[in-house]
């Protein structure tokens, strides 16, 4: 092997980490994209299912049926 095959070689293979390493970045970036969308869109849901029951614990109508259950008790 000659001098010129080697260093053929070895900016080849920089090349090729180069674009390696590129690629391993974008899925990591991906991935947590991903992630942070998916965790954005659970908190909003469990934030309306506490709106919900914020809303039934605060109603008169709880309070009643709070009152008839400990009645029956």
């Given at each position: 092997?000659?001098?010129?095959?080697?260093?053929?070689i070895?900016?080849?293979?920089?090349?090729?980490?180069?674009?390696?390493?590129?690629?391993?970045?974008?899925?990591?970036?991906?991935?947590?994209?991903?992630?942070?969308?998916?965790?954005?869109?659970?908190?909003?849901?469990?934030e309306?299912?506490?709106?919900?029951?914020?809303?039934?614990?605060?109603?008169?109508?709880?309070?009643?049926?709070?009152?008839?259950?400990?009645?029956?008790?």
């Amino acid at each position: 092997m000659n001098v010129f095959e080697m260093v053929v070689i070895i900016v080849a293979l920089g090349v090729v980490s180069k674009i390696a390493i590129q690629e391993i970045k974008s899925r990591r970036r991906h991935t947590d994209e991903n992630f942070q969308q998916q965790s954005d869109e659970r908190i909003s849901m469990l934030e309306e299912r506490i709106k919900v029951l914020e809303r039934i614990v605060t109603s008169d109508r709880y309070d009643l049926n709070q009152q008839f259950k400990n009645l029956d008790d």
